[in-house]
């Protein structure tokens, strides 16, 4: 036990003692979380629009004037022709133009009045949801102007449970927090151990009485109280900064944390015993997991809408699960008698690749 | 003390050590000499368990070394061929580190490594990685002792070492001895090889002499010259080419050189006058280095 100490005590001085570990423990994750949570979403904020008003009555600049008061939009200019709105579009004026044609008052008032969206399909998603925003808001005055709602149409009332605000933070926190602790735990600990291999000092703790489960265990506690620690930090950042809900059990999550927490651990030796140099440890964990994670683990893009072949993938990664557990506790307050199934499958990636690991760690150099 | 019984250690294909047997004394301050990619490594890899033999027998204090590798660990004090301590922790740090791991303490076992650690204390706060070359080794050895090991391995440990400082090592080693430790020491530098009770020279895996430098050196049975002059890459082509030339070596700013018998030198000299009026001959006595690399063709043949 006291050998075991004395490694743990070690390993702490090496990481406190190396600034870039540090940074990437703790410097990435803040980071990730502001940067994901202001400067990269998906919501609509501001976007450019130039009006092409041929009509120029009551009705139609109250239409504009709607349009322009909610925070999705902001006004980049006026256009006079189809020919001011496709340079618009080239120069990056706007982001998208709206024509409205002459005589829109009277036709209004006859259910007759039409309106055209011109888009920049270039990066389709923003296109989409552009479209989207301003039908809404178009759909939503005619209705308020017209005082009912067509008879011959369905209307569709639409609620956002679990994000009524439509918050791309909400999906982001727990996001970041999966991607976190995959790096710390995995990216850190293969690293940690392969270093040992490289410089040498491998040889040496191998021949000393210290018993190779000792030297993993105390090459990984550390770096489980200090992922522990990353998580605690977001959740903090994602509650007071980004006012994340927390609808379910706050020990389940603890729970969930520290079980995936282990789960990336396990992959990070698995990764040292199959690797001799900090570089390919490095590749490994950085290319054959990151990638996947951030790629394939709904974090960023839909798994429902991957081509099979991928969303077959994406059963690989114990970060979709994990996510999935997350949202489920904190978003939709559920229990483990839904999240059972995601749980054992972070449980089997833990059994997996502890045996795998257990197998490959030599007692011996080669 | 230690049995090295037919050891053969294959890397794939390629053969690391082939057949090697020698036993080391109690007490005794062994040396394994000779070249880099020899095999020294691999010998001492085997015996401090870090590698299996594929063939033939290892012993240490008569216990088997693959069967009771755990006995080995704890009895071994080993230093491989690279700094391999903890850069970033301090000399205290390090010392009390690899203390706790072989379940002892440095104050219980400071008699022994006093004389050698004594140097460096004066830096014990000072991180493993600032040290000097002869002050790393000098924390490596304190390491590799500070169990009371009965058998203390030390791969190269005067590689990349200033001169003043390999000589203190070597004088560190001799008082070890006379405590009684069992020492085996490979080196690369021939000089280093008169320091031991016995010598084995090692090439290509193979032990091609093993006896004490005295025993070496006295076998080197052709008188030796050494000629000195300038450009001694053109000047040993050109002795190579001499029909009375047995070998022709660079030893540093000279050539050492072996006829094929003593009453040829007149000629040879006259030759190389001829060549090189400014080159000097003389009769030198061999060293460990000449046997070896006497030795050294008939492997090859």
Redesign the interface.
Known sequence: MKELAVFIKKEFRHIFRDGRTLLILFGLPVAQVFLFGYAITNEVKDATITVWDQSHDVMSRKLVTKILATDYFKLAGVAENYADISNGFRSGRHMLALVIPPDFARKFQQHEAQVQLLLDASDPNMANLLANYASGIIANFTRQELRYAPSNQIVTEVRMTYNPELKGVFLFVPGVITVILMIVSTLLTSIALTREKELGTMEILLVSPLRPGIIVIGKVLPYLLLSFLNAILILGLGFTVFQMPMAGSMPLLVLELILFIIAALSIGIFISTKTASQQVAMMISLFALMLPTILLSGFIFPIDSMPWPLQWLSNIMPAKFFIIIVKGIMLQGVGLEVLWRETLVILAFILVFTVASIKNFTIRLA | MVEFNHITKKYGPVTGVQGVSFKVNPGELFGLIGPDGAGKTTLF?ML?????PDEGSLSMAGKDVVQD??FV??N?G?M?G????????TVA?NL???A????TTVAANYALIEDIYRQIEPYKTRRAGDLSGGMKQKLALS?ALIHRPLVLVLDEPTTGVDAVSRKEFWEMLKRLQAGGLTILVSTAYMDEATLCDRVALIQEGRIMQLDTPEQVISGFSRPLYAVKGERIHRLLEFLRQLPQVVSAQPFGDSIHLTLVAEHCLPEVQASILQERPDAVTEAITPTIEDCFMDLMPATHG
């Open positions: 890899r401090t368990t870090l590698l299996l590798y755990r660990r704890s071994v080993y491989p690279t700094f391999s301590l903890y850069q970033d922790l740090e009390n580190f690899f706790t791991l072989f379940g390491c």
